[in-house]
C-alpha cells in the first residue's frame, strides 16, 4: 500500500547531462534493440548498471544486448521474471549505493523497454528502500522508437489488472468508476479495455509527437473508440514533454477524484505508464494504474531507438 | 488545464448521457439516477417479494439495476415517479464488487500466503467491504447527508445511537457519533488492512515467516447479523424492521466468497434474508457442500434475466426505447412504428403482408428458388407453391415455410446470381439489411437493457420528421453495438493456457462458432434446419470448461434447454448456477448473428467436439489454428 506518510517530489528535467554523473542506472535486458541504448550512450557515467532480464522472449537483439552487458566491468544482469524477484533485485540494487555523503541516492532509470509491471515494482521500491537508504533520486528516462508498422493483433489478453497489488486502487462504493486510457496502436485495444472495465466516464490520452506516422497509427487503430467518445474526453500528451503529460493526467485525475474511483490505464507509449505510476503515488492508495495486455503471448517486436531521450525526476523520501 | 468539474446529476443530464459512450451499467449510477430511468421488466414483482432470490443473468442482463431499485432509495424515487410502489415488505443493502475490489482480492488469493490464511483475509476485507455498503444505506436516512431521503429520516440521537452500536460491533472508532465519521472509520480499517496483507506477503516471500496478529481478520458473518440486527430493532418505520442484503457481481468473488455467500440462501429469519445476482457461470457451486446448498424449491427462487417469453421480452424492449425516447424529448414514439416490421423475424407470420405474392417475402424465396437449384428442390419435396402462398387455406401448407424462412432469407441474401459452375457469394454488407426493423432489434437485443441501452441512442440520432429510423441508420447503430460488444469479448482475459490457442481470446471461439454456423445456412445442399448449437462433450477439460464460463458469462453464448424439442429457456432441472458446462446446450448470443449472417432461432445441435472435428477442415486458417488447439488440448479426454 502506498501511503501517504512518503514524500514525494516530482520535476522536470530540463538538461539530462546536467544530472550526471550519477550513482546507478536501470535498464531492461530485453529484445528491443532499444533497451540497451540508453545504458550505452551514459557509459561510464554512472557506477553501477543493472540490466533486469524478464526470463521470456528472449529472442531480437536480446543476445546482442545481453553481450554488451556482460562485456561491461560496471554493469550486472539479473534475472526478474516475477514480481517477487524484480523486488529483490531492484533492492538489492539500490543498497549497493551509499548516500551518507550526498543528499540523496541519485540514480538513472530508462523505462523505454521496461514492462509495466517492473515499472510498478521499481516505483514501489523506491519509497521501500527510502525508509531504510534515506532520499532516493531517480532521472527516469525514456528514448522514444524508431515508427516500426503496427501487427495486425496484438495477442491474447492474459493480463487485465492492476500492475501491482498496491496499484489497484481503493474504491468507494457509493462512487462510479473513471477510467483515464492511453492509446497506443494495438487495434481497438483501447475500446476492449473501455468496454472491460465499462466505467460510468472514461477519458482517452492520445500520444504526440513522436513521429507523424504513429500518430497516423494510434488515430487509425483507435478510430472506432474515438468515434464513440465526446471530443472533449479525448486529451493529447507529448510523448517528449513528460513533465506536461505529468501536469495534464495529475490535474485531471484530482478533478475526477472527486466524485470517482480512478483507474488509469497506460496503453502506448511506457513514458505514459510511468506518468500515470507517478499520479497514483501523488494520490495513493486511491487511484489504480492498471495492465491489459497479452503478457509473454504478445508480439516481441525489435525496435531500435530514434536517438532522442526524454526525462523526469521524481524523489522519494520517507518521513516518520 | 483546468480539471473536470464533476459531472452534474444524471436526472439534470439525461439528453446528454444517452450519447456518451460511458454510463451504460447501472453500477455507476446512484439509485436515485437509476429509478429516474427504471422501465420494470416482468421479473421485478417476484424479486420484491421478501424471501431469498438467485437471480441469474449474463453481463448487461439488468442484474445491478434490478438490485438498486429494492433499496431504499430506489423505491422512494421510483414510488413517487410511479404511484402505488412505496409499501415494501422489506429494506435493502446493495453490495456490488466493483472492478479495484475484485482486483484486490484476487492479488489476495495469489499472494502467496496459505491458502486457510488468503481466504480468512479474503473474507475479512470483503467483509469490510460490505460494513462500508451497510453503513452508504444507512447514510440515505441521516439528517447529516447530504443526499437523503425525503421520508425516513432518523433524529440526530437516532443516528448517534446507531452509529455507536455499529462501531463497536464493527471494530472501529468514531469521534462523532455521526454516519460520515462512521463511513471514514470503516474506510481507514479497509485500507489499513490491505497494507497489512501485503506487507505480510512482501515478508513472507523473503523469510517464509508469518505472523498473524499482524494480520486484520473481520468476524464477517457474526458482524453483518448482528449489523442487520441493530437495523431491525432501532428504525421505527415499516418496511425498516426486516432487511434484505442485495449482493451482487458474486461471480466475480474469490471462490471462497461465492461459496460463503450463496450459502447464505439457505438463511432467513425475521429481520433478515439475501438477494444474491449472479452470472450462470459459478465455479464456486461447484464443491459447495450439500450442507450449505440451499435448494431452488425450499429455501430461495430462482430468476433468469435471460430467456424470458418472447412477450415480456418485447414490452420490456418496446418500454424501453419508448422512455429513451421520451428522455430524449421525442415523447409518443413507438418502437414498431419507428423501427418498422422486421423481413427476418415478422411478428405475425400468418399475415397476408407476410405471405402475399408482392411481399418482400415471398420475393425472396422466388427469388432463392431461382438461383438455388437445392431450394427448388427442397420446395418441390414440400409440395409448397411459393408463388402462391397466400391463398393456401390450411395453415399446415405454410408450416414448412415457417421452419425455413429465415434460412431461406439469410441464405438468397449472402448467394448471388445462378452460376452453372459454382456457387457466387455476395458481400455482408447487403445482408446487414436483414437485420433491422422493430421485431429483428428486439430479438437480437434479447431484453438486455446494456443492449438496449447502446443500441436505442444511435436509433433515436437517425430519427427522422416522421417519427421513422431509416433502415440505413438501424444497421449503423446495430453495427456499432455488435462492434462494442465484439470488442468487450476481444478484451476478456484467458489463462494462458487458452491464450496458446486463441489469438484473440474468446473472440477466436465465437469467431469460429459464426463462421461454422453461417457455413451451414450456405452450404452446397439446403437445409432448413441447419446446425446452430453445440452441445459440450462430456469429457470436456478445464480449457474448454474455462472457454464456456467466460463466453456465457459474458453473454456471448446462451444456454439453451437440452431437449430438443421446443424453447429458448434452460430447463427446470437446471435452476441452479451452472457449475458446469459438460452435456450442456448453447447457442451464440443473437447480436452477433448480423457479423456472421445467421438466423434468429434455435436450430440443430451437434457436439463440440464434431463442431471442432469440422472447423479443423476449414478454409479459414485461424478457426483451422483454433479448431487444432482446442482439439489438441482436449485429446487426452475425448
Not at chain 2, 308 to 315: L, N, T
Not at chain 2, 340 to 360: Q, V
Request: hydrophobic fraction near 40%.
Amino acid at each position: 500500500m502506498l501511503e501517504n506518510n512518503r514524500q514525494f517530489l516530482v520535476e522536470p528535467v530540463g538538461d539530462l547531462q546536467a544530472e550526471l554523473p550519477v550513482d546507478g542506472l536501470l535498464f531492461a535486458v530485453g529484445y528491443e534493440q532499444r533497451s540497451t541504448f540508453v545504458a550505452r550512450e551514459l557509459q561510464g557515467r554512472y557506477s553501477s548498471g543493472l540490466g533486469l532480464r524478464f526470463g521470456s522472449q528472449e529472442e531480437g537483439s536480446f543476445s546482442e544486448n545481453l553481450t554488451w552487458c556482460d562485456a561491461q566491468p560496471d554493469v550486472y544482469t539479473l534475472l526478474a521474471d516475477t514480481e517477487w524477484s524484480a523486488r529483490d533485485a531492484v533492492a538489492e540494487w539500490l543498497r549497493k549505493f551509499d548516500a551518507r555523503d550526498s543528499p540523496a541516492i541519485r540514480v538513472i532509470v530508462d523505462v523505454s523497454s521496461l514492462s509495466r509491471m517492473l515499472m510498478a515494482v521499481i516505483v514501489s521500491t523506491c519509497f521501500e528502500c527510502s525508509r531504510e537508504l534515506g532520499p532516493i533520486d531517480v532521472c527516469f528516462v525514456y528514448a522514444p522508437a524508431e515508427f516500426t508498422s503496427p501487427g495486425d493483433e496484438h495477442g491474447p489478453i492474459t493480463k487485465f489488472g492492476a500492475v501491482l497489488p498496491e496499484f489497484a486502487g481503493v474504491s468507494d462504493s457509493a462512487l462510479g468508476l473513471a477510467t483515464v486510457i492511453g492509446l497506443g496502436y494495438e487495434p481497438d485495444l483501447a475500446l476492449a479495455t473501455q468496454q472491460g472495465l465499462d466505467p460510468a466516464t472514461c477519458w482517452m490520452l492520445t500520444p504526440t509527437g513522436v513521429a507523424e506516422r504513429y500518430d497516423q497509427a494510434v488515430a487509425r487503430a483507435n478510430a472506432r473508440v474515438l468515434a464513440l467518445m465526446d471530443t472533449d474526453d479525448v486529451l493529447e500528451y507529448d510523448v517528449l514533454r513528460p513533465f506536461d503529460a505529468f501536469m495534464r493526467v495529475e490535474s485531471l485525475v484530482a478533478g475526477l477524484r472527486r466524485a470517482h474511483n480512478v483507474v488509469l490505464v497506460p496503453l502506448g507509449p511506457k513514458i505514459l505508464a510511468l506518468v500515470c505510476l507517478l499520479v497514483a503515488v501523488v494520490h495513493a492508495p486511491d487511484v489504480g494504474v492498471w495492465r491489459v495486455s497479452a503478457g509473454r503471448l504478445g508480439e516481441s517486436r525489435d525496435v531500435k531507438a530514434d536517438g532522442r531521450v526524454t526525462a523526469i525526476r521524481a524523489v522519494f523520501r520517507w518521513v516518520e | 488545464m483546468t480539471p473536470p468539474e464533476p459531472r452534474p446529476d444524471a436526472t439534470v443530464r439525461e439528453n446528454i448521457v444517452l450519447d456518451r459512450i460511458d454510463r451504460f451499467n447501472a453500477r455507476d449510477m446512484t439509485a436515485t439516477e437509476v429509478a429516474h430511468r427504471f422501465v420494470a421488466p416482468s421479473m421485478f414483482e417476484a424479486l420484491r417479494t421478501g424471501f431469498n432470490t438467485l437471480m441469474i443473468g449474463p453481463r448487461g442482463s439488468g442484474k445491478t439495476t434490478l438490485l438498486k431499485m429494492l433499496t431504499p432509495e430506489g423505491l422512494e424515487v421510483w414510488g413517487q415517479r410511479i404511484a402505488g410502489h412505496s409499501d415494501e415488505q422489506f429494506s435493502g443493502v446493495y453490495v456490488p464488487i466493483d472492478v479495484q475490489l475484485a482486483d484486490q482480492l484476487e492479488g489476495l488469493i495469489d499472494s502467496g500466503l496459505p491458502a486457510d490464511i488468503c481466504d480468512a483475509s479474503a473474507t475479512s476485507i470483503y467483509g469490510l467491504h460490505v460494513f462500508r455498503c451497510i453503513a452508504d444505506s444507512i447514510s440515505w436516512h441521516c439528517g447529516s447527508s447530504v443526499r437523503r431521503s425525503s421520508v425516513n429520516v432518523l433524529t440526530a440521537e437516532q443516528e448517534a445511537s446507531i452509529v455507536e452500536r455499529l462501531a463497536v460491533l464493527w471494530g472501529v472508532t468514531v469521534e462523532v457519533p455521526r454516519i460520515a465519521d462512521l463511513q471514514e472509520a470503516l474506510r481507514h480499517r479497509q485500507v489499513r488492512s490491505l497494507e497489512r496483507w501485503q506487507r505480510a506477503a512482501l515478508l513472507y516471500r523473503h523469510s517464509a515467516k508469518l505472523d498473524i496478529s499482524e494480520l486484520d481478520f473481520v468476524e464477517f458473518d457474526a458482524a453483518l447479523k448482528g449489523a442487520m440486527e441493530v437495523l431491525s430493532r432501532r428504525l421505527g418505520w415499516p418496511g425498516a424492521t426486516r432487511w434484505a442484503v442485495l449482493f451482487d457481481e458474486v461471480e466475480v468473488a474469490p471462490v471462497v466468497l461465492q461459496r460463503l455467500l450463496l450459502s447464505y440462501l439457505r438463511h432467513s429469519d425475521e429481520h433478515l434474508f439475501f438477494k444474491i445476482a449472479i452470472a450462470p457461470y459459478m465455479q464456486g457451486y461447484r464443491g459447495l457442500p450439500e450442507r450449505s446448498r440451499g435448494s431452488a424449491l425450499n429455501d430461495y427462487s430462482v430468476i433468469e434475466l435471460v430467456g424470458g417469453d418472447d412477450e415480456s421480452v418485447r414490452r420490456f424492449s418496446h418500454a424501453f426505447f419508448a422512455q429513451a425516447a421520451a428522455n430524449r424529448d421525442l415523447p409518443g414514439l413507438n418502437m414498431e412504428e419507428s423501427l418498422g416490421p422486421s423481413l427476418l423475424t415478422p411478428r405475425n407470420d400468418r399475415s397476408a403482408a407476410s405471405y402475399g405474392l408482392s411481399s418482400e417475402q415471398a420475393k425472396r424465396f422466388i427469388s432463392l428458388a431461382r438461383k438455388d437449384p437445392s431450394f427448388a428442390r427442397y420446395l418441390e419435396m414440400s409440395a409448397v407453391d411459393a408463388t402462391d402462398l397466400i391463398s393456401a387455406k390450411d395453415s399446415d401448407e405454410r408450416a414448412p415455410f415457417r421452419k425455413a424462412r429465415q434460412v431461406a432469407i439469410v441464405r438468397d441474401s449472402y448467394l448471388s446470381g445462378p452460376s452453372t459452375s459454382s456457387r457466387r457469394f455476395k458481400t455482408r454488407t447487403d445482408a446487414r439489411r436483414l437485420y433491422s426493423g422493430a421485431e429483428t432489434i428486439v430479438r437480437m437485443c434479447e431484453g438486455s437493457p446494456r443492449r438496449l441501452a447502446f443500441l436505442t441512442p444511435g436509433l433515436l440520432e437517425g430519427v427522422s420528421g416522421r417519427g421513422r429510423v431509416p433502415v440505413g441508420a438501424q444497421v449503423t447503430a446495430v453495427e456499432r453495438t455488435e462492434v462494442a460488444f465484439r470488442s468487450f469479448l476481444r478484451g476478456l482475459r484467458v489463462s494462458d493456457g487458452l491464450g496458446n490457442i486463441l489469438p484473440r481470446g474468446v473472440l477466436s471461439f465465437v469467431d469460429l462458432l459464426g463462421n461454422v454456423f453461417h457455413g451451414e445456412i450456405t452450404k452446397p445442399e439446403f437445409d432448413d434446419d441447419p446446425v446452430g448449437s453445440f452441445i459440450v462433450d462430456a469429457a470436456a477439460g478445464p480449457l474448454i470448461e474455462e472457454l464456456i464460463a467466460r463466453a456465457v458469462n459474458a453473454g456471448a453464448l446462451v444456454q439453451l434447454a437440452d431437449s430438443d424439442f421446443r424453447g429458448e429457456l434452460r430447463n427446470v432441472s437446471a435452476i441452479e448456477p451452472m457449475a458446469t458446462s459438460r452435456g450442456k446446450r448453447f447457442r451464440l448470443s443473437y447480436l452477433l448473428a448480423p457479423n456472421y449472417g445467421l438466423v434468429l432461432r434455435r436450430c440443430r445441435a451437434i457436439s463440440l467436439n464434431t463442431l471442432l472435428k469440422r472447423a479443423a477442415e476449414s478454409r479459414s486458417g485461424t478457426d483451422r489454428q483454433v479448431a487444432v488447439g482446442l482439439l489438441t488440448g482436449q485429446a487426452g479426454l475425448w
